[in-house]
């Protein structure tokens, strides 16, 4: 039995939302559910992605939608707590136990935090003051030691991203920048700059998941969830990215997919350096060898990976429950010719991966990789 996507939407992305955390869930839930051609009396089962919401904040979002009576769940594994809700979302239809499962992602950050997230504070990095700007910073310090090059390798990542921004109607950030921009905004951990940090946010997407109905259902042909490894492991690699490798590892094989083969990528670009990491960690090139495909537009729009044609979290901001169904979102309406002037060309397979951070001593807390692919 293969689950698909049957139809996915999110809000906009913003700060300090108008109508806060249930005006932008509702929006999200019946955009999704008329995408899908669905009533909500169909969902039999919802699985929702948040990690700083109130107590309650399941039952509360889906009254206001109108689905109620069905169970719920609500999952937190930090960045990658909307993609666990569409993985678990995915294993139920496949399963048999539901036919329509909604897999939703909320998250009003504006509410909490100002700047970077805190870091736990009985955790090492939560009690030297090292938030997750200054751990990707040190593997920014890292990488480009090891292979010899220079920020404004990494830095590329924003102008392109930005640029997809520009397109993207639900994104924060939909102002192009140059890399002389990007390289001379305000330092946050050197070596990385304003721009090359996602903006945190308030946002919702939701995905209705069961099995295909129509020629324009995306199938969902392999997902793959890893937990974190005690790090550093023996294999020296980045923090988080064994954890990204594992997830894929396992998706990849379900889907009878190579990394190669896919058409169009959702990653977590939380900071520049991120997706860098990330598209080698998924198997697409050899380490320290995307900065070249970046440079050549392998991995732009045109290019034979296009990565991020929704702006990333770079443009749309990070709204951590929301962002993994988000990029669901997106990828489902590249495989269905829906994105507008962002749309790359006859696109048929497409890969979604978020990594979940914040737990110390382990090589990211969670990572979660999906594989989608079109009918058509």
């Known amino acids: 039995m293969r689950a698909a996507v049957l139809g996915a939407a999110t809000s906009p992305f913003v700060r300090q939302a108008s109508g806060g955390l249930y005006a932008l869930t509702s929006r999200a839930i019946l955009d999704a559910i008329t995408a899908a051609g669905v009533e909500p009396g169909e969902i039999e089962a919802v699985y929702v992605g948040n990690v700083f919401g109130p107590s309650g904040v399941v039952p509360r979002v889906l ?25 678990q979302a995915v294993r139920d239809v ?16 504006s509410e909490l935090f100002d700047g970077p997230i805190v870091p736990e504070r009985t955790d090492p990095e939560g009690s030297l ?27 590329r990542v924003a102008v392109k991203n930005r ?8 994104a ?5 920048v140059t890399l002389e921009q990007v390289l001379g905004s305000r330092p946050i951990a050197e070596p990385l700059t304003l721009d090359q940090c996602c ?6 997407a939701a995905a209705v998941i069961g099995l295909s109905r129509r020629a324009d259902d995306v199938l969902v042909t392999g997902t793959g969830w890893s937990s974190g490894l005690a790090w550093p492991g023996v294999d ?16 990849f094989a379900a889907s009878r997919r190579s990394a190669p083969e896919v058409d169009v990528l959702e990653v977590h670009d939380a900071f520049t350096i991120g997706e860098v990491l990330t598209v080698e960690a998924l198997g697409l090139c050899a380490p320290g060898t995307a900065p070249r495909l970046l440079a050549d537009g392998e991995l732009g729009p045109g290019g034979r990976w296009p990565v991020n044609t929704s702006g990333g979290l770079l443009s749309r901001g990070h709204a951590l429950g929301a962002t993994g169904v988000a ?18 060309a006859a696109p048929r397979i497409g890969l979604v991966e978020t990594m979940g951070g914040g737990a110390s001593g382990l090589d990211g807390n969670t990572a979660v990789v999906m594989v989608l692919e079109a009918q058509q």
């Open 163 to 170: 640029a997809q921004g520009a397109l993207n109607p639900a």
């Open 129 to 155: 003051g090292l938030p997750l700007p200054g751990l990707y910073a040190l593997q920014a310090h890292r990488y480009l030691s090891v292979h010899g090059l220079d920020v404004a390798d990494i830095a």
């Open 199 to 204: 903006p945190v946010g308030d946002g919702a």
């Open 236 to 251: 020296d690699l980045p923090w988080g990215m064994a954890s990204v490798t594992r997830a894929a590892e396992e998706a």
């Open 63 to 87: 009254r206001d939608a109108g689905i109620t009576g069905v169970p719920s769940l609500r999952l937190e594994a930090a960045c990658a707590s909307g993609t666990l809700a569409a993985h």
């Open 94 to 109: 496949v399963a048999g136990r539901h036919r329509t499962v909604l897999a939703l992602g909320v998250e009003m950050m």
């Open 172 to 176: 924060q950030k939909r102002t192009p």
């Open 327 to 344: 990029q669901i979102a997106e990828v489902y309406e590249q495989l269905t010719g829906r994105s507008g002037e962002r749309q790359v």
